[in-house]
């Protein structure tokens, strides 16, 4: 079975058509790599793209888009309002299939020296693959973005993990990192009252007390008058998308509200919906790798 | 998209570790070809293959199958608990993904003309390639079996869709098929009382006026002391495995019996199991195709 693993790169253009042109033309011309999914975003001018591909093919796909990113994106005059400090600004690997954390810990540094190596941009390494706990959060790692980098290199604290502490005159700054896949997962309550779903996020999320890798706002769907609690599942092995459900649907149950819906935004890994289907099922011992059959047709 | 299609030949051998290791060889031979699972019942004396492959190779491994069971394996001598009216008794085709039943349908046609052509053993349509109502119904096409055979295709309603009137003298008859991914899927209660498990499964299925696509029965797990409903799903598309998991305990709860768990034996498609979690997450809009990450994995 081969190795796969994602990769979600990040990059600073989201308006000139014909840069994120060259990057999809970049992603596509890979032999082993694939790309899933792509949007580019006007206002924050930033476009995310989804690979996937082999091991070794990932690694060569992810740096040749560093590449064409830093001879196209020029992070001087860029602007937009998400935070941002280079033309690549970040490249997580993610585990799909017959891979570890570890593995892809390595191949994001392998390519995080490449970058510097051949690219000359300075590289933070970030979330499972950080060099120290500090670093792990990207919005620390970022903070100052691309205008405040110069500064920010030179303080004790913040060597890059791979190069000098100079940014890169027009790529900036990226930071490559590995993380588990992530699930974007809202539900819908039958009351217009945002408070009730502010309150059930704060209760359901790891910071609040709640599931450690459950992130939660609650938020008003304005076209159904309707309030929701959007979720992010930043790890699905340790806490499945049933487990926040049910505890929503009995919190919801103290204000007199029901869950009436929810949506996965996005991609989501089968065996996370699968997980959903054991539990309500209560299935015996299932053996996800053997009884899924599509689990025997990757090659 | 490579379109994919499963093949589940069934055997008339399942003593003879030569001739069975010869299978799984020529089934291994084949390329573009994989052998997903095999399983040999002695007192059946009888194997069953899984492989899957793409349109063309899946036809050629197949009949290569067909080809060195048709040398290898002779009726004239074979005794066994499991009706069987050929070396390669029973050869279906079922669509895995991005390929409709009806191409299956003229797959599996393709495949039966070679078999007669090549080798001269008759061969009779059945399931949704079936050439008429009364052959879809595998039971009736092999009454009568081996040794029935000869005297059966004589009669004026049966009359091989492939070949003549004459069975092969060694390989006898074989039934070409093509059919919906079928699951095996068992729930348990917390009685002992069989004749409970036999008035749910008499409910739930088709023949008895329950879910058109259900085949159900009740069974005793001596092991555990408890009754279980027994189930083959043979349209997941039509009937899915909530809804008889959500029937079962309804029905139950009229004799106090609740369920403790269910099973599914063998391989199910992930589809069957994300049914399942869209259910009872309430999902709204999921569109298994494009949201599903394993889908864009898949050559």
Redesign the interface.
Known sequence: MAK?V?CIPNFSEGRNQEIIDGLVATAKSVPGV?L?DYSSDQSHNRSVFTL?GDEESIQEGAFQLVKYASEKIDMTKHTGEHPRMGATDVLPFVP??DISMEECVQLAKKVAERINKELAIPVFLYEEAASRPERQNLAKVRKGQFEGMPEKLLEEDWAPDFGERKIHPTAGVTAVGARM?LVAFNV?LDTDNLEIANKIAKIIRGSGGGYKYCKAIGVMLEGRNIAQVSMNMVNLEKCS??RT?ETIRFEAKRYGVS??????V?????KA??D???Y???????DYSK????N????
Do not use: M, R
């Open positions: 796969l994602e694939t899933l996937v799909v299939k896949p819908n998308l049933y459900f869950i009436i819906g929810s949506e996965i996005g991609l989501a890994p089968a919906l699968v959903v289907a054991e309500y099922l209560q299935l015996e011992e299932f009884q899924v059959l599509e025997h047709l990757l090659g």
